[in-house]
């Protein structure tokens, strides 16, 4: 497997406060990976600390075989990271199409941002044809998909999704994760998604860790995983 992203024996929390404790873990060049875990196991948390918004305290993160430990969230992406945090991800009082400018704002004044904002809404018909609303207005299922799409705009190579499917029913979280699927395959971009809804996860992750109490208690391929009952693992850690 050829490592996007690599994770190495990472420590870190906030301030002083320990919350992941020595987790390891690869994400492969255009897979999906799934990191599944209970409330307050470290999984947003993880995201900050691989983002530079969490405090580092041991270990280390490589991006494209580039040490990204430490680095600022603008410096990140710029390398071609995105992130898409659970809360707070669009603006509520900017329509789609300017929450999707905003997205792109990194990139400066490249002429093919109105191509990409486009193209990105070919993507998601269900926002495109809502362009000039406010992203407040929007259903729960059709914030996410604004969300995600604003983390394409950084033009990434991989993504980083936090709990894309809270609050979604589960028809629209099926839907949102076909959508994350068609990402993979028509973009190449490789996605670690982390999430506490085990079964959406596994409709489309390629391979899947648990994440108890900031460690990883287990790993394997989603097919290792089809045979586990997963949740029980939050509870026992084993
Ligand atoms: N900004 C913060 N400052 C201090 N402690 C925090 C902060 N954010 C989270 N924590 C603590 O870190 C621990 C892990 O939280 P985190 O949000 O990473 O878990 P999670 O697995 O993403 O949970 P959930 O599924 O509920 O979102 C929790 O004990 C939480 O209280």
Request: glycine content about 10%; proline content about 4%; aromatic content about 6%.
């Amino acid at each position: 497997m050829v490592g996007v992203l690599r994770i190495v024996d990472l420590y870190s929390g906030y301030g002083k406060m320990k919350v992941i404790q020595g987790v390891s873990f690869e994400l492969g060049k255009g897979e999906i990976a799934a990191i599944l875990g209970p409330n307050g196991a470290g999984k947003t948390t993880l995201l900050n600390s691989v983002f530079g918004l969490a405090a580092i305290h041991r270990g280390e993160v490589y991006f494209n075989g580039t040490k990204i430990t430490g680095m600022k969230p603008s410096e990140i992406v710029k390398r071609g990271l995105s992130y898409s945090p659970q809360l707070d991800n669009v603006f509520p009082n900017l329509t789609v199409e300017e929450n999707l400018l905003v997205g792109s704002f990194i990139r400066g004044r490249d002429p093919s941002v109105r191509a990409d904002i486009e193209d990105v809404l070919e993507l998601f018909p269900e926002i495109k044809r809502r362009r000039h609303q406010k992203a407040k207005t929007l259903s729960g299922g059709e914030r996410q998909m604004l969300a995600v799409a604003r983390a394409l705009m950084t033009k990434p190579s991989a993504l980083l999704l936090d709990e894309p499917t809270a609050g979604l029913s589960p028809k629209a979280a099926s839907t949102l994760m076909s959508k994350v699927k068609e990402i993979k395959e028509t973009r190449s971009v490789a996605v670690l998604l982390v999430e506490q809804n085990v079964a959406k996860a596994l409709e489309i992750a390629e391979r899947v860790a648990v994440l108890v109490s900031g460690r990883i208690v287990k790993e394997g391929s989603a097919e290792e995983f089809k045979a586990v009952q997963v949740e029980s693992l939050f509870f026992t850690g084993k």
